[in-house]
């Protein structure tokens, strides 16, 4: 074993007893937690049809482009076995089940669980959406799989996945503003929770880079400096419809978003700086020469961005998803 990996592992060893003692600070208690059939109809009470009827007659109002932003969303979070097989694949932590890493790597995907379950009911209920093709979508979006450029690196998964929960939880945000503007209030609180989730585990994240700074703040730079080259993509970017090749609907998925305001360029720019300064990127001491050559890069990277989203215009829509009925 190299020495990089040999440090990795030992500071992953420190990193799994944090992540132990913090579970019930970032995750919150399985019995008392919000669960999907808390939002939906009841299917054992007497106004069941009735409330049926209620939630499709909001979701009639619901813009083209919200319905498909809403519907990406959902596929997104279904697609879960790939994500929790990919964390359990990282190289350093323990691969033992009641080690830090593999008990917060279940715990997470159980929480994260509940977000597929109940929008996928919501838009079984709703009437806006053919279900079959969604399915496919889904199903093809767990069977192919995702190259994210982190390989099995913790420090490059940390990195990610502290964007990335940062990135969904504005996203869940934004279409619960804009449920609420079309008349669907339940839509608006069930997003609310599960940016809610979001928000949590992104501090989650976050604080466990944080102790990795700490410790080998060299590497960890390094590590952030390569994510942002690489730039982060989302894990649905090999979103795709029947017919279609690997990754053609997630354009037209991001369009919509970028459109709707859910999930812009700018976003993108604003998460990189918030990491910036929660992992207090200029003021960090010890670096060593490829360490500050990896920060100078990182703090010159957000203003450059901006100037580039700033200019980016619009996307028009002139595409008709499979997924959305009529």
Request: glycine share 6%; proline share 3%.
């Amino acid at each position: 074993m190299s020495f990089f990996a040999d440090k990795r592992r030992e500071v992953m060893v420190h990193i799994e007893q944090y992540m132990l003692d913090m579970m019930d600070t970032y995750l919150k208690p399985i019995d008392t937690n919000w669960q999907p059939s808390d939002f939906l109809p009841d299917s054992t009470s007497e106004n069941f049809y009735q409330d049926i009827r209620i939630l499709r007659e909001s979701a009639k109002d619901l813009s083209y482009d919200l319905v498909a932003v809403l519907i990406g969303d959902t596929i997104t979070e279904e697609a879960l076995p790939t994500y929790e097989s990919w964390l359990a694949m990282v190289q350093g932590p323990s691969m033992k089940e009641d080690g830090g890493w593999m008990k917060w790597n279940r715990h997470w995907t159980a929480e994260e669980n509940r977000h597929g379950d109940l929008l996928n009911k919501y838009l079984y209920l709703s009437g806006r959406v053919d279900m079959r093709q969604m399915e496919i979508s889904t199903q093809y979006l767990i069977a192919d799989g995702f190259d994210i450029g982190t390989g099995h690196d913790p420090y490059r998964n940390f990195i990610y996945t502290s964007f990335q929960e940062m990135a969904t939880n504005i996203s869940h945000r934004r279409v619960a503003s804009l449920a609420k503007r079309d008349g669907d209030t339940l839509l608006s609180k069930m997003c609310g929770v599960i940016a809610s989730d979001e928000a949590r585990h992104a501090k989650a994240y976050k604080d466990f880079m944080n102790r990795i700074f700490e410790v080998d703040p060299n590497e960890a730079m390094i590590a952030f400096e390569d994510m942002m080259r690489k730039k982060i993509v989302m894990p649905a970017h090999f979103l795709r419809e029947v017919g279609l090749k690997i990754g053609q609907t997630f354009g037209h998925f991001t369009d919509a978003a970028q459109r709707l305001g859910v999930y812009t360029a700018v976003d993108y720019v604003e998460i990189m700086q918030s990491l910036i300064e929660d992992w207090k990127i200029e003021g960090m001491q010890d670096l060593n020469d490829a360490g500050e050559k990896a920060r100078d890069y990182i703090m010159a990277l957000p203003s450059r961005l901006l100037r580039v989203a700033e200019r980016m215009k619009n996307p028009t829509m002139d595409y008709k998803f499979t997924w959305i009925a009529g």
